[in-house]
């Protein structure tokens, strides 16, 4: 029988422990407080945002989303980033992705101070990751962390394990690549202008796809031996406009060992990482 590999039994062992950690953060005179940075009407960022401000409130922490038009100049968004980068009493902020064409030059990683990016884009953040530096004072990218806990938390090997990841975008493939790295797996990078994708997926133990593509991923992708872990990071709409991932879960799932679903599977642990982060920042304020 094949593993569904579903975020549910996970999120509630974790939310648990969260609760109580904010709990303690409280007593001890600290609210954890997440802004999100939200520009414009995405009906996808809608959703995402919501989910991310219910799962803070429901361990016990404070969020906001922070709802500013689309067409905002760059002086005014900048200004709102630096007010929430000097508020003492916020230990969080991200901003929801993808930015309006007007401000898309801008370098998002840079503009939220180190220490309040549970998001995991700043540049010391991500360095702390390429250089497999653990430290309580740095934050992994949300995505990656989550499908690592995902994996851990279902007893999936990952140490000398081969390992192919389609799409090497900044926020999922290329610190994925790296997390995998750190935990002794042997990684190929893969991407639009990859060769021969199908000859390494079939080849590796794990297969992740984040690429935007609905159902690209298919049965000419699995190897024969039913020995593989699927994880499918995409979040696309299908023809009725329903969500679905990058992987046709019907024509794959009973081709391999265990599979994530679309929904349920990767966007949830990205939810619980977020807030493992913000957890984390609020506690490197505690001066115990
Ligand atoms: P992205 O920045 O658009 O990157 C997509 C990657 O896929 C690129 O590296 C691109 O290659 C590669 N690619 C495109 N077409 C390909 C093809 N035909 N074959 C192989 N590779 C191909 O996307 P992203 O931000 O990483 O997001 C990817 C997907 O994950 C989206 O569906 C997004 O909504 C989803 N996502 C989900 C979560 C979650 O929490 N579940 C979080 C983040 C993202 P090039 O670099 O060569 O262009």
Known sequence: MTQILSSA???KKISKDLKNECKFLIENGIHPYLKVILIGNNPA???YTASKKKFCERIGAKCDIIALSEDIDQLTFLKTIEEINQDSNVQGCIIQLPLPK?????DVGKLISQEKD?????PDNLYAVLSNHESTDHFVSCTPKGIITLLLENNI?????????????MIVGKPL???FTNHDATVTLCHSKTLNIREITKECDIIVSAVGIANMV??????SKKNQVVIDVGMNTDTEGLLCGDV???KVKDLVLAITPVPGGVGPMTIISLAQNLLQASKNRLSL
């Open 157 to 169: 090997e990952i140490a000398n394990k081969r390992v192919a990841i389609i799409g090497r975008s």
């Open 248 to 250: 046709d879960f019907e």
């Open 9 to 11: 039994p996970i999120k």
């Open 218 to 223: 298919d049965e000419s992708f699995i190897s």
């Open 45 to 47: 960022s809608l959703i």
């Open 177 to 179: 690549a790296c997390l």
């Open 102 to 106: 007007h401000l898309s030059h801008l």
């Open 118 to 122: 549970i998001d995991g884009f700043h």
